[in-house]
C-alpha cells in the first residue's frame, strides 16, 4: 500500500509562485508515476503534470511553460513549482502515485489535497 501526502498550497497573488510537495510513503519500490491533478469548484479533476520513472513527462496545454514538475533520485517525492500563477489555477492540488504490479491492473493512489488559491 502506497500513502500520499501533499504540502504547500496558500494564497498567492496573480503572476506569483508557489511550489508544492508531495511525499509517498509504503511500498513505493511499486510506483510507476507520480504527477499533480486539481479540482477547481463545479469542475471535474484534471491532470496538471505527470512524471513517469523513466523521466516521460506530460503537462496539461494550460500549466506548460509555467509548471515546472521535478521529482527525487528516489522517485518518493514529486514537486510542482508553478509559476507565473493566474486566478484560473486557482483549485484543490491532488498528489498521485500510479502503482503498477506484475500481474495486476494499474492502481492510483491520492493524496488528501491541498488549497491553491491565486487572488490578489
Known amino acids: 500500500q502506497v500513502q500520499v501526502v501533499e504540502s504547500g498550497g496558500g494564497l498567492v497573488q496573480p503572476g506569483g509562485s508557489l511550489r508544492l510537495s508531495c511525499a509517498a510513503s509504503?511500498?513505493?519500490?511499486?510506483?510507476?508515476?507520480m504527477g499533480w491533478y486539481r479540482q477547481a469548484p463545479g469542475m471535474q479533476r484534471e491532470l496538471v503534470a505527470d512524471?513517469?520513472?523513466?523521466?516521460?513527462?506530460n503537462y496539461a496545454a494550460s500549466v506548460r511553460g509555467r509548471f515546472i514538475i521535478s521529482r527525487d533520485n528516489a522517485k518518493n517525492t514529486v514537486y510542482l513549482q508553478m509559476n507565473s500563477l493566474k486566478p484560473e489555477d486557482t483549485a484543490v492540488y491532488y498528489c498521485?502515485?500510479?502503482?503498477?504490479?506484475?500481474?495486476?491492473?494499474?492502481?492510483?493512489?491520492w493524496g488528501q489535497g491541498t488549497q491553491v488559491t491565486v487572488s490578489s
Open positions: 498521485r502515485a500510479l502503482e503498477i504490479k506484475h500481474g495486476a491492473n494499474p492502481y492510483d493512489y
Open positions: 509504503g511500498d513505493i519500490g511499486s510506483i510507476y508515476a
Open positions: 512524471k513517469t520513472n523513466a523521466g516521460s513527462i
